[in-house]
């Protein structure tokens, strides 16, 4: 098998309604799933994909991959709906 260090010039094809790219067989994972990232550099990734097999293993993937960049941002705040909630007063929403 060669080590993802080669260099390899391939094609990308049509199928269906999506790109395909043509993997020589040497660098084929063993798996029946890839996962597939493009990069902010505008690089594109493919992974062996693996599914966690329990939820220790779950926590650890999400662990490495990090916090993604929307999650972090702030949530505007909300104020219920007096529609929804008629005993709320208007100074209990402060």
């Known amino acids: 098998m060669r080590t993802m260090t ?3 010039v391939t094609k ?4 269906g309604g999506s790109w ?6 040497s660098l084929v994972p063993p ?3 890839v996962e597939v ?10 992974r062996p994909h693996h599914e966690p097999e329990t939820l220790e293993q779950l926590l650890e993937k999400w662990k490495q991959e990090g916090t993604p ?3 972090t941002e702030q ?7 007096p ?10 929403t402060a």
């Open 6 to 8: 080669d260099h390899v």
């Open 12 to 15: 990308m094809f049509r199928n």
């Open 20 to 25: 395909a790219v043509r993997i020589p067989a």
């Open 31 to 33: 798996t029946q799933a």
């Open 37 to 46: 990232r493009g990069t902010a550099e505008g690089t594109l990734e493919i």
């Open 69 to 71: 960049r929307d999650a």
């Open 75 to 81: 949530w505007p705040a909300r104020t219920p709906l």
């Open 83 to 92: 529609g929804r909630f008629p005993d709320l007063r208007e100074d209990d």
